[in-house]
């Protein structure tokens, strides 16, 4: 089945830096490359996502690349803010099946 | 407000107790979803029920039993659990059948479990 590496771990940024993560998936024939954020005490909430046919999208401060050939895809939030602190998980979806990282701990430090 | 209400949002019990988690969706969806969420490890999908059907039990042991009495609510009754089951178990729903299925998952805030 479908295999979703995340990395690093935790990530800590200065306020009004810029933040990337990334992940990488095993299963070629996955599509579909979401990605959540969850805050403390609350459940995960879609924040992006992107397409297999797709290279690049954007969403104001937040962007998503997916490389298929190299099999991986990374988050980019720009202008971080102390709001931005939070757990960020990547998952990939294919065979009918929606694969999750194991999370980042992102901390924007003000 | 994700529109996914989860209930009680912790819950201590002993090995022998037995328990139930709730989850009510007003959102129309179709598709409802239990994951387990652990602490270091990706999201564990448990049971996926789609139009009130049970479609998938993920090798979840028979001491988790879920309940889907209609496209709104969810339930997943807790009997002689293990320490090991200590969790966040979060309930999900979607507009479309089928795990993921390219489309928004929308979550609940979760249930805190904890197996003295």
């Known amino acids: 089945g479908e295999n979703v590496e995340q990395h690093p771990s935790t990530l800590s940024v200065q306020e009004g830096d810029s933040a990337v993560i990334k992940c990488t998936y095993s299963?070629?024939?996955?599509?579909?490359f979401p990605w959540y954020k969850q805050e403390l005490g609350k459940g995960p909430q879609l924040i992006i996502d992107?397409?297999?046919?797709?290279g690049e999208k954007k969403d104001q401060r937040i962007a998503v690349t997916l490389n298929k050939t190299a099999k991986h895809f990374s988050l980019h939030i720009t202008e971080t803010q102390p709001e931005d602190s939070a757990v960020y998980f990547c998952?990939?979806?294919?065979?009918?099946?929606?694969?999750f990282g194991k999370g980042n701990q992102v901390v924007v430090i003000p | 407000e994700t529109g996914v209400t989860q209930t009680p949002r912790h819950l201590v019990m002993g090995m022998t107790n037995k328990k139930s988690l709730k989850c009510e969706q007003h959102?129309?969806?179709?598709?409802m979803y239990w994951y387990k969420q652990s602490a270091k490890k990706p999201l564990e999908l448990m049971f996926v029920?789609?139009?009130?059907?049970?479609?998938e039990n993920n090798s979840v042991p028979s001491r988790f039993s879920p309940e889907c009495p209609n496209s709104s609510h969810l339930f997943l009754h807790l009997h002689t659990l293990q320490p090991e089951d200590s969790a966040l178990y979060l309930c999900?729903?979607?507009?479309?059948?089928?795990?993921?299925?390219?489309?928004?998952?929308?979550f609940g805030e979760g249930s805190r479990l904890t197996v003295l």
């Open positions: 998952a990939a979806h294919g065979n009918n099946r929606l694969a």
């Open positions: 959102l129309g969806h179709n598709a």
């Open positions: 299963d070629s024939a996955s599509n579909y």
């Open positions: 999900a729903s979607s507009r479309q059948p089928g795990e993921g299925n390219t489309g928004e998952l929308f």
């Open positions: 029920y789609n139009f009130k059907e049970q479609t």
């Open positions: 992107i397409r297999s046919n797709v």
